[in-house]
């Protein structure tokens, strides 16, 4: 029962994502979020989700620091790729283990 928010405006790297997270761990929940202000859906996400990717190298100045002042445990992807949200999500999952 554990939910994974991922931030991302490139759609389509949140999409893949998704799907090879969610096949890597199929108990997950996980809700994209392409808002370039801080709407109620994202600032909600921020207080509810377990894990929260944000991706800040595709992202809306507008939404980053909302987002960062409410959450100090926001994971950083290295660029704004598909494989760089799912590796700064394993590495994180892996080393609270």
Do not use: C, W
């Amino acid at each position: 029962g554990h939910q994974l928010a991922i931030y991302s405006l490139t759609e389509g790297a949140g999409r893949r994502a998704k799907s090879v997270i969610s096949n890597k761990y199929p108990g997950l929940g996980i809700v994209l979020n392409h808002d370039k202000t801080a709407t109620s859906s994202l600032m909600n996400l921020a207080d509810t989700a377990d894990y929260f990717v944000f991706a800040a190298k595709s992202a809306a100045h507008q939404a980053f620091y909302p987002v960062s002042d409410r959450r100090k445990d926001l994971i950083y992807p290295d660029g704004k790729g598909s494989t760089s949200i799912i590796r700064a999500f394993v590495e994180y999952v892996d080393s609270s283990l």
